[in-house]
């Protein structure tokens, strides 16, 4: 069984990327990192390979979508608490990213998204375990 994920995702433009990311308070592994790629740290187990469009269209050797017109995948991190599901939002949108349309409170779970600046879609997560199951 796998122990570790790489996600990979086309950007135009790399280091404004990475000056988004970095301000939402990821890190970087510089051992992974050229001119056309970088590696995004999000856990020990979870990374987010970030590739200019034309070197990740030399990996898939499929066209690379348009995230901003479709969607093509949405990526759930999940959050410590309410608040920093809601602060991380916050600092994506002030980073230049857009809020997405999906905050939803079903008590026991609190989600909230944003789109970065190539228009990936992020949701962010928060979930008591305990309350969820005592409800079930």
């Not at 269209?57 to 479709?70: D, F, H, L």
């Not at 995948?73 to 999940?78: P, S």
Request: glycine letters at 4%; charged letters at 20%.
């Amino acid at each position: 069984m796998a122990s570790k994920i790489f996600v990979n995702l086309p950007v135009k433009n790399l280091s404004r990327s990475v000056e988004f990311f970095t301000t939402l308070g990821f890190s970087f592994n510089p051992q992974f990192t050229s001119e056309t790629s970088t590696c995004m740290v999000i856990s020990d187990s979870i990374f987010v390979m970030l590739m200019e469009e034309a070197r990740f269209a030399e990996a898939a050797k499929k066209p690379v979508s348009n995230a901003a017109a479709s969607t093509e995948v949405i990526i759930a991190l999940d959050a410590e608490s309410r608040t920093e599901v809601d602060d991380l939002v916050k600092k994506a949108a002030e980073a230049g990213g857009a809020v997405s349309d999906n905050k939803m409170d079903h008590g026991f779970m609190y989600l909230h998204g944003f789109q970065d600046l190539d228009g990936h879609l992020w949701e962010i997560c928060w979930m008591d375990m305990q309350a969820f199951l005592n409800n079930n």
